[in-house]
Structure formats: structure tokens, C-alpha cells
């Protein structure tokens, strides 16, 4: 089964800019999770997308934005880029959540860079 | 204002001996634990996971054990190899299917 791939791989961006990161979860997860790692804060949770829904949201704020497509590729945008945005941007999956987490796949990520 | 880089812990083992990787976690509502492996330039890899209701599992050369009382999870590598090199990450979940990582410890393996 292949695992979870993310698109592009690397960005440079100025700041202002926006920028869109793509992710397509293994087949037959249905949730979507992205986080934000950086040497400063380390691993950070920013939203989780089930069926098309955004389930779970992190304290980041509203420049950072995501959906969920009906075959649960899921994708985040950020808006008006800032220094402080480069970072390693990490899409996770997982199955159905029926009650109990379920344990989440990583992708290998999209280094964005702002300058 | 600048930011400062997370001081990782540390830990460096000679080849062939058994690590131990330890990570306090904060909420005592989570109940469910996976530990994580991050090499260079690459997303975290699963290891091995663990519910409340279990205080030790065991994988393949890996061991987690979950003390809930002290709040502490600890990950245990048998005969540690150069491969074994990398960041390890203990994530809990205390709601829903959000998890909250630490910190990381780097691990470095002597040959």
C-alpha cells in the first residue's frame, strides 16, 4: 500500500505570498492531519479534516486555512506568508476514527521557506 | 522577538547496546501513545504505539512501557544499531484523534 505523499516537496516563497500544500492520505484513511515542525516549537498540531470536515483545530491563526476533498486528499493554505511560516509542513493519516484515535502516518513532508 | 531552538535532549550509545528513551507526558486524560522515529530530511516514522489499559508492549527489538501514575513513557531499543540514529518523538492523544508531541530526543549511535 503506498503511503502518504505530499506535493512539492520543497517552496520558496517571499513574504506576502500565499502558498497551497497538497496531501493524499493511504488508501482507505479517511483522516487528514497537518503539523507544523520547526526548531523553535518542534512539532505543532494544526487542523484535522474527516469527511470533508475540519474535526480538530490547533492555535494557529486564521491565515493558516484547509480542506478536504470527497477522496480525502486534503489540502492547507496559508495566506500572507511570514518569516516565521518556513517550517517543515507534515500531513498525517489515518482510519476512520470510530470512538478511538487511530495511529497516524506521516508523509515526508514540504519544506517551505519564506523569504 | 528571535527563536531560540528547542534544546533536544540527548543520548549516544555504543553500537549493540540497548537505549532507552525516556518522555514525560502532561495530560493525564490521554490514553493512547505512539512513539516516533525522524530521520534527516524525513517525516516521523511509526514505531510502536500503546493504550492505557497496558503498561508494556513489545515490537520488534522496541519495548514501550507506560507508567500512568508518574505520567511517563519510556522506549526501549535492544541491540542498537547505526540505523537507529535519529530523532525520537513520544506523541499522546488526550481527545478525538489529536495528538501532542514532545520535544524529541536525538539518539546517536556509535559504531
Known amino acids: 500500500k503506498a503511503g502518504v505523499t505530499q506535493t512539492p516537496r520543497y517552496l520558496i516563497k517571499t513574504r506576502g505570498q500565499q502558498v497551497t500544500l497538497s496531501c493524499s492520505p493511504i488508501?482507505?484513511?479517511?483522516?487528514v492531519s497537518w503539523y507544523q515542525q520547526t526548531p523553535g516549537q518542534g512539532l505543532q498540531f494544526l487542523f484535522e479534516?474527516?469527511?470533508?470536515?475540519?474535526?480538530n483545530k490547533g492555535n494557529f491563526p486564521g491565515r493558516f486555512s484547509g480542506r478536504q476533498f470527497s477522496n480525502s486528499r486534503s489540502e492547507m493554505n496559508v495566506s500572507t506568508l511570514e518569516l516565521g511560516d518556513s517550517a517543515l509542513y507534515l500531513c498525517?493519516?489515518?482510519?476512520?476514527?470510530?470512538?478511538?484515535?487511530?495511529?497516524?502516518?506521516f508523509g515526508p513532508g514540504t519544506r517551505l521557506t519564506v523569504l | 522577538g528571535e527563536s531560540v531552538g528547542l534544546h533536544l535532549p540527548t543520548l549516544s550509545v555504543q553500537e549493540g547496546d540497548n537505549s532507552i528513551i525516556n518522555c514525560a507526558y502532561s495530560?493525564?486524560?490521554?490514553?493512547?501513545f505512539i512513539w516516533y522515529k525522524q530521520e534527516s530530511g524525513k517525516g516521523p516514522q511509526f514505531i510502536i504505539d500503546i493504550r492505557s489499559n497496558m503498561d508494556k508492549r513489545q515490537g520488534q527489538r522496541v519495548t514501550v512501557l507506560l507508567n500512568k501514575t508518574v505520567k511517563h513513557l519510556s522506549l526501549q531499543i535492544a541491540a542498537t544499531q547505526p540505523g537507529d540514529s535519529a530523532v525520537y518523538f513520544c506523541?499522546?492523544?488526550?481527545?478525538?484523534?489529536?495528538?501532542?508531541f514532545g520535544t524529541g530526543t536525538s539518539l546517536t549511535v556509535i559504531p
Open positions: 479534516y474527516f469527511s470533508e470536515t475540519q474535526r
Open positions: 498525517a493519516s489515518s482510519l476512520p476514527f470510530s470512538g478511538r484515535a487511530d495511529t497516524q502516518y
Open positions: 495530560n493525564s486524560a490521554s490514553d493512547y
Open positions: 506523541a499522546e492523544n488526550p481527545t478525538g484523534n489529536q495528538f501532542y
Open positions: 488508501s482507505g484513511h479517511r483522516s
